[in-house]
């Protein structure tokens, strides 16, 4: 049994048309994953917010989301069978079940409570907090530079909860809560790599562990949805299921530092979806605000990859380092 079986079930998802073989080069594949990553990001996000703005509760939704999601590794778990299971740190997904869960859970409540692109862009945070977190509980090196982008990041996040201003809201601290917590849910999943971990396995463990837990919280609030409303959660969950399937494809073709600027898109999607499906319009002040964290963000990933390549070049033997300004378990989190 090779040793990484998930290769095959990705490509068996989302298999790329010929012509993209033959006129795209691997990077321009590669953009166009991401951009279509956003775009169905986008969509998971505006449909929750519908679904939620009725009478389905967020967590019942999230509970969906789990189910769905998990479902599709299902072929994946029939044909390895038991390697699904074999994980090396098996004690370790209690942990990173709950920080993955609780960060769903107030994202998919943020995006109840604000503008879609609100939420999003408070969530931005998220790169910024992976930092903070790497160098507090995983022992990385952090240098000035990448310090400064941080709190440049964090100076956007001012910007458009504008503190001293009449406009602040108090459930704009729901996303970036949700940021932490989805940080935490990476670095969780950086340690298991390290261990050696399948990146599909992670999330077929993961999702065993939430859909049952899930489910059991909804019961506590449960509304039996109409078949519309069967529907529009069953969208969310296969969208949220190809952005990952496409972001994870999208990495495996061209490097994060390159492509992490695209994945920023999902705010102008999320934006004019939600203006056109609900007629809804987000603060001026997001802009300018995002436009900050995702130049620090895309900052912190090119200072990432150039310390993985220094340390390639002093031990040509080593692996580089996931990069915790993007990882493909982003998308895992919604």
Known sequence: MPSHPNEAHVRSLFKPVAWANRVLSPAMQAVVLVVLSAFFFSIMNVTIRIVTQGDIPVLE???FRNLFGWMVLWPWWLRVGRYAFQTP???FYIFRSSVGMLGMILMFWSVKLLHPAEAVALNFTLPLFAVIGAYFFLGEKVGARRWGATAVGFLGVLIMLQPGAGTF???AIVPIAAA???AAAILSVKHLTRLGEDPVRAVFLNGMIATPLTF???A???VTPSWTQLAILFLIGIMGTLAHITFTMAFKLADASYLIGFDYLRLPFVAVLAYFWLGEVPTVWIWPGAGLIALSSVYIAQRERKRALEAMAKDPQSRPATPVA????TKDAF
Request: proline fraction near 5%; avoid cysteine.
């Open 180 to 182: 932490v917590a989805m």
């Open 216 to 218: 059991a919280m909804a």
């Open 61 to 63: 939704v999230v509970a």
């Open 220 to 222: 506590t609030v449960w």
């Open 89 to 91: 740190a098996p004690r």
């Open 326 to 329: 993007k990882s493909h378990e």
């Open 169 to 171: 809201k108090l459930a």
